[in-house]
């Protein structure tokens, strides 16, 4: 019997990936036998480990980089392009980048620059490669989109207004498209983590803060990027195609 968990011989595109729950992400479908292009904004030397990770011993190149701004229609194109050049046709996208103010301003005091630009990758980059996704990955089975949220969409965490709203958006959306791949056997889903030990997490948080957060989790510790990578590896696999139009918080509980 074939093992529906495999990601052999499937193409992965992971944004946001130098770092991160990204990385986590890129490494974890690797390990499933996934190819994977590992998209990056401006850290290439992180970018260029993870993939030296994923082909170290391996006879065939199975990850490659790509830097592409995903708030840009014509990078987000390019980097299906070089996916496609790379390994061919795409099965999987799971689009992790991200932006989040570390001041963690309340709304009366949100510059419009910082909600633009959060929208710009949050929201807009979610869109324009859920879009090209559509568009462009494996019809009739296998094809995967994943859109990463925020249990502050849930939590509604004073200081997280911007970033929240734009999850909130990037929900509903993937619902919608969902819905509209009918036929496709393209299935669209949101992971929601909720506090999780990353580098964007701990930025501008006392360590009282942070203390104060994992106590909240019924665990009573912060979220592991090793906690959020396999559900996004199952929605991924055969065995989560069930799975479709859904946002799934991985968040051990927290509020």
């Not at 980048?97 to 710009?120: G, R, V």
């Not at 490669?129 to 296998?142: D, Y």
């Amino acid at each position: 019997m074939a093992d529906k968990s495999s990601l052999k011989d499937r193409i992965a595109i992971v944004t946001g990936a130098s770092r991160g729950i990204g990385r986590e992400i890129a490494l974890h479908l690797a390990r499933k036998g996934a190819k994977v292009v590992i998209n990056y904004g401006a850290n290439a030397e992180k970018a260029e480990e993870v993939a030296l990770t994923i082909n170290k011993g391996c006879d065939t190149v199975r990850a490659v980089t790509c830097k592409a701004d995903i708030s840009k229609a014509n990078e987000v194109s390019k980097l299906f392009d070089v996916a496609e050049e790379a390994f061919g046709a795409v099965h999987i996208l799971v689009n992790c980048a991200a932006i989040l103010d570390p001041k963690y301003p309340p709304l009366t005091e949100t510059p419009e620059e910082a909600w633009e630009s959060t929208f710009n990758v949050n929201c807009k980059g979610a869109f324009l490669c859920s879009r090209e996704a559509a568009n462009r990955v494996v019809k009739g089975g296998g094809g995967r989109i994943i859109n990463l949220s925020t249990s502050v969409v849930g939590s509604l965490r004073v200081g997280y207004g911007a970033y929240g709203a734009s999850k909130a958006a990037v929900e509903t959306m993937t619902k919608i498209l969902a819905k509209e791949l009918r036929g496709t056997k393209i299935t669209a889903n949101c992971v929601a983590p909720g506090a999780v030990a990353t580098e964007m997490f701990f930025a501008g948080k006392s360590d009282v803060l942070v203390e104060s957060i994992a106590k909240e989790v019924p665990f009573e510790r912060l979220g592991q990027v090793s906690d959020v990578a396999p559900v996004v590896a199952f929605l991924a696999s055969d065995e989560g195609e069930w799975v479709n139009a859904q946002v799934i918080r991985v968040n051990g509980g927290s509020p």
